[in-house]
């Protein structure tokens, strides 16, 4: 009976063990296996920053009016982040996209906006762009921009071979996205045979909006003409004003927002032309195509109708969508950032990703990792912190703050800075100051800051911004 039991024992543990071998076996094969459809050698990588697009004003984000069929098309079989929040609240987020770098990194004064001008935000020679890497691991790299912001001015062509900014010098005649698709178009036909990286900047989505009655009617069945309200908010949209106090009515505002999302529809639908142009070509079976937006769109949910003066979620969220060539659908959940974007693409090429950076790449994420990721937001004096529980906004200049609990409070309605203690969330934004002023120290050193100014250009600028309202 004792050498029964004792066989029977023996007999179990070793069923036990067979079992956890297959167990670990699974889970090293499935770890694998998974990896290997996320990393993508020598895919073509194609970045598409549509300016000025909020997250929730897209179906495959939950948007009930159909302003992105072909987007949420693509969303399908791509991977969706749900919660991604950028790092600027204006155009200058594209340096964290193309860095991985804070802006303050890069510019020691920007949280200073009295010491700092918006014709001195040149790249630094030290603040190495996604392109320079590429470039340097045989790529053949290609810009086309339609800010001016993001011109060679601001040395946003570092990089690049081929670097079109006809758009972000006259936006009127070059910038509106079917002439911008016939030039990429033309350069596609050109280098379909070369492993590239292509940086797409669109701008139709950006104030002040004034689509073709067409997709107005899509969105507002009774339009007559925007240009009357259009001029009522001006250039900055009612800057900094609660919507009971700024003028604009209820029924106004819904004319803003049906305008806003006819051009979301007009961008969408040349989204799809250049989408079948990739695949007539054969280019898109071997590329990773990334949707992302600099920034959101105020709309008047807290009174603004402009961005880059606050640091609500209808500003800091924006959409992150990557569609590789093995179809994935996945939706993550988790907190993430668009400063994350560079190290994740440089990750899924195979790459080996800086240690300098502040990002981190999102293979994790996308194999099944589950965490948050803490967002610092900066622009004009402010900086943002959110997890997602919390959103705490500092003015550090005027020492004004702002808190809300993100779980109970989604739409940021009831400040409880005076209610909380709010000194661990400010010891956190000093660290992350003071992080980025030792980095600045670091990454500067023995290099020259900026390159040369063409004053010619800086003229031309100068009107570009003005005409946007970003310089008075």
């Not at 340096?95 to 770098?101: A, D, F, K, Q, V």
């Not at 014709?119 to 603040?127: A, D, G, I, S, W």
């Amino acid at each position: 009976m004792k050498k029964y039991k004792s066989n029977f024992i023996i007999i179990l543990i070793g069923i036990i063990v067979i079992f956890l071998i297959i167990f670990y076996i699974l889970s090293f094969l499935r770890t694998f296996f998974s990896k290997n459809d996320v990393i993508c050698e020598n895919c073509n990588v194609i970045l598409i920053s549509i300016d000025n697009l909020r997250a929730d004003h897209l179906g495959c984000y939950g948007y009930y009016k159909n302003t992105s069929p072909n987007i949420d098309e693509l969303a399908k079989n791509g991977i969706i982040f749900t919660n991604t929040i950028t790092q600027a609240t204006w155009t200058v987020s594209h340096l964290p996209i193309l860095s991985s770098l804070y802006v303050s990194t890069s510019f020691p004064s920007y949280l200073n906006s009295s010491n700092i001008s918006m014709l001195q935000l040149q790249v630094p020679n030290y603040t190495v762009l996604l392109p320079q890497v590429l470039k340097e691991k045989n790529y053949v790299t290609a810009a086309f921009v339609n800010a001016p912001i993001l011109s060679s001015f601001y040395n946003y062509n570092k990089g690049f071979d081929f670097f079109d900014e006809e758009g972000a010098l006259n936006r009127v005649q070059y910038g509106d996205i079917k002439n911008v698709n016939n030039r990429i178009i033309n350069w596609l036909e050109n280098n379909s045979k070369n492993k590239f990286f292509l940086f797409i900047h669109y701008y139709d989505v950006h104030d002040p909006y004034n689509p073709d009655e067409k997709y107005f009617k899509l969105f507002d069945e009774n339009y007559t003409d925007y240009t009357f309200l259009n001029n009522k908010l001006g250039n900055c949209g009612i800057c900094d004003v609660p919507l009971d106090k700024s003028n604009i009515s209820e029924k106004e505002r819904e004319i803003v927002t049906a305008a806003y999302d006819g051009k979301i529809r007009y961008t969408d639908e040349n989204i799809k032309k250049l989408i079948d142009k990739l695949k007539e070509l054969g280019i898109i079976k071997n590329s990773i195509i990334i949707i992302t937006a600099d920034h959101g769109n105020p709309l008047g949910d807290h009174g603004q109708f402009s961005h880059g003066y606050q640091f609500y979620d209808e500003s800091l969220h924006v959409p992150l969508i990557f569609i590789l060539p093995e179809n994935q659908r996945k939706i993550i959940k988790s907190q993430v950032r668009s400063i994350d974007i560079m190290p994740t693409i440089l990750d899924i090429l195979g790459f080996q990703i800086p240690n300098y950076i502040d990002g981190e790449s999102l293979v994790p994420f996308i194999e099944g990792k589950e965490t948050n990721l803490v967002a610092f937001t900066e622009s004009f004096s402010s900086i943002s912190m959110r997890d997602n529980n919390i959103k705490f906004i500092l003015n550090i200049k005027t020492g004004k703050e702002e808190l809300y609990n993100l779980s109970n409070d989604p739409k940021e309605k009831f400040n409880i800075a005076n209610n909380i203690s709010t000194e661990k969330f400010k010891l956190e934004i000093s660290k992350f100051i003071e992080n980025n002023k030792n980095k600045f120290i670091s990454l500067s050193k023995n290099n020259e800051l900026i390159t040369e100014i063409n004053e010619t250009k800086k003229k031309e600028i100068e009107e570009r911004l003005k005409e946007l309202g970003y310089v008075t």
